[in-house]
Structure formats: structure tokens, C-alpha cells
């Protein structure tokens, strides 16, 4: 079935340090791919989103590109701010109903002023 | 318009002892989900309501979870009696569209610590 692994953490950067946030995946045919954020005391959001092989997602200044190839989608940030810490979660559709999307571990940033 | 809230935020209990959570979905969302965090490890899915309906429970562990949803409205999540394992975050969301990521709407769930 699909799943997705997430690098661990927590990661702890200073401020308008270059984020790279590693998630690869397992899946059937080529679903798409999803960056969720929790930010302290929130419920998750949906921070971006890719529906195909070499799309690119952006929001907030993240960026993530589906690379069919290396079956990644690697999030990254080229200058966090405090405002960035919070949990991210990669994550893809188990099937139409997106609500049962495959989440990885999560990975807690830090950004340290 | 007012997001999905879920209480408690936080619930400290004794091993043996019932728990009950509850989640208000955002107005008019025929979709609920539950999920929960354990360890700070993935989010796993644990149910699906449309409307009163269990559409999909393939994800509780086990009978000691009882989810409900009378009226479709607002849900609950009662684990009984409660074990160590269950400790963890419980996340709900709701949705109109069961399609699209992009609608779907997260709780900032309800911590559970089981001692």
C-alpha cells in the first residue's frame, strides 16, 4: 500500500537558515503528494500540494517538487523565520477519499531567533 | 465561520478509567474523520463518518474504541477502559468534499495521557 517516510527530527535551525525537510514515498501509479503544517496550539493545514511527476508546490515561501524518479518530495525553505516552528507532516491519498491520506512521523522544526 | 473544535484539549487519566472526546465539525461538513498521533509517530487514520454513518472504521484498534456520531452532527470517541498505549493526540477533522485534501478541515486535537 501507499506510505511516505519522513526524516526525523526534531530540527532545530537559527533564523533565515535554508530548511530541507526529507520525505519519500511508496505508492501505486503516481498520487499526489502533500505538505501538511500544525502550528503550536492548531490544527493541521494543508501547506502544499503537488499532483504530478515534476510539479512544483509552493506556499509561504516552501517549496516542494514531485521527483518521480527519486519518488521524494522534499520540503524546503530558503530562509526560515521564527513564525516557520511547528510540525510538518508529508502525506498522500490512500484512495479518493482524502481523508484517509498516509501521514509520515512528522518532524518538529525549531527556528531559533 | 467556526473551524472543528475538540474537547477536551488536554485529559490526564488512570489506566482502567473512561475517557470521552468530543469533536464539533465544522457546520454543515457530512464528513468526519478520527485519527490519532501515538509516540509522536505518524497520524493514523482511525474512522470516517458521513453524516451518522460509519463509512469506514478499518483503522480502530480494537473494541475498546466506540465512536459515534448521533444526528450527524458532533461526534464522540470513547475509549473504555483505557490502557497505556492509547496515550497519544487525537486528531478530528471534517470535510464537505471526501476528494479534496485542499477541504479538509484539522482540530488542534485533544492531547490524552493514560497513567
Known amino acids: 500500500g501507499n506510505s511516505v517516510t519522513q526524516m526525523e527530527g526534531p530540527v532545530t535551525l537559527s533564523e533565515e537558515a535554508f530548511l530541507t525537510i526529507n520525505c519519500t514515498y511508496t505508492?501505486?501509479?503516481?498520487?499526489?503528494l502533500f505538505w501538511y503544517v500544525q502550528y503550536p496550539g492548531e490544527g493541521l493545514q494543508l501547506l502544499l500540494k503537488?499532483?504530478?511527476?515534476?510539479d512544483k508546490g509552493s506556499n509561504k515561501g516552501f517549496e516542494a517538487t514531485y521527483r518521480k524518479e527519486t519518488t521524494s518530495f522534499h520540503l524546503e525553505k530558503g530562509s526560515v523565520q521564527v513564525s516557520d516552528s511547528a510540525v510538518y507532516f508529508c502525506?498522500?491519498?490512500?484512495?479518493?477519499?482524502?481523508?484517509?491520506?498516509?501521514f509520515g512521523d512528522g518532524t518538529t522544526l525549531t527556528v531559533k531567533p | 465561520e467556526a473551524g472543528v473544535t475538540q474537547f477536551p484539549s488536554h485529559s490526564v487519566i488512570e489506566k482502567g478509567q473512561t475517557v470521552t472526546l468530543r469533536c464539533d465539525p465544522i457546520?454543515?461538513?457530512?464528513?468526519l474523520y478520527w485519527y490519532r498521533r501515538v509516540m509522536g509517530k505518524e497520524i493514523k487514520f482511525l474512522l470516517h463518518?458521513?453524516?451518522?454513518?460509519?463509512?469506514?472504521e478499518s483503522g480502530m484498534p480494537n473494541n475498546r474504541f466506540l465512536a459515534e456520531r448521533t444526528g450527524g452532527t458532533y461526534s464522540t470517541l470513547k475509549v473504555q477502559p483505557a490502557e497505556l498505549e492509547d496515550s497519544g493526540v487525537y486528531f478530528c477533522?471534517?470535510?464537505?468534499?471526501?476528494?479534496?485534501?485542499?477541504?479538509?478541515?484539522f482540530g488542534s486535537g485533544t492531547q490524552l495521557s493514560v497513567l
Open positions: 477533522a471534517s470535510s464537505q468534499d471526501p476528494g479534496a485534501n485542499e477541504k479538509l478541515f
Open positions: 505508492a501505486t501509479g503516481y498520487p499526489s
Open positions: 503537488a499532483t504530478k511527476a515534476d
Open positions: 502525506a498522500l491519498p490512500v484512495n479518493t477519499n482524502a481523508g484517509k491520506s498516509t
Open positions: 457546520s454543515g461538513h457530512d464528513n
Open positions: 463518518f458521513v453524516k451518522e454513518s460509519k463509512q469506514d
